[in-house]
């Protein structure tokens, strides 16, 4: 496994950017292992009946995916998934800040196994840091996608929640 420290130290500029959206999407971030030099780092946005997570064990391929809610879900070993992408990690960004809001008509919703990279073992979680987004954060990604999904019903036609391109 390569070490997520390492490879966060030399991100491309976009792949950077990206993962400051997340934080500012009001994703929870999870630093597994030392913070000078974590072997994981999960981010996990809660809605009411899913939770969206992006793993990343190493930079060159990372996975998103979005989970059923059902009593506790381990965010660290998901069993089933309702999304999932796995790729390189500009894309897997990309897609997963794109995802659709769950009550979107396009929402995906069928159940299948969570994919293994998903799952970081006990051992490689601790020691644990915890960064909770800012409470002017924390409900971002809601409010974003529910204007997207309020701008789709309003044109009868799909409207990207793409966030503009510089």
């Not at 929870?28 to 997570?53: N, R, S």
């Not at 500009?90 to 929402?107: E, G």
């Not at 994919?115 to 644990?128: K, S, V």
Request: charged content about 20%.
């Amino acid at each position: 496994m390569t070490d997520v420290a390492a490879a966060a130290g030399c991100l491309p500029p976009e792949v950077e950017r990206l993962l400051l959206d997340v934080v500012a999407d009001g994703f929870t971030v999870y630093c597994c292992g030392p913070k000078a030099k974590p072997t994981a780092l999960v981010a996990v946005y809660e809605w009411p009946q899913c939770i969206d997570l992006i793993t990343i064990h190493d930079f060159d391929r990372i996975t998103a995916a979005r989970a059923p809610k059902r009593g506790n879900v381990d965010i660290f070993a998901p069993e089933v998934v309702i999304w999932a992408y796995e790729g390189p990690p500009q894309w897997t960004l990309r897609v997963l800040l794109n995802l659709v809001h769950p009550q979107h008509p396009d929402a995906p919703h069928g159940e299948y196994p969570a994919p293994p990279y998903l799952h970081i073992r006990r051992a490689e979680q601790r020691p644990m840091t915890i960064r909770l987004p800012s409470s002017d954060r924390a409900g971002a990604r809601a409010r974003r996608l529910a204007i997207a999904m309020a701008a789709d019903n309003r044109s009868n036609g799909p409207v990207s929640s793409l966030r503009s391109q510089p």
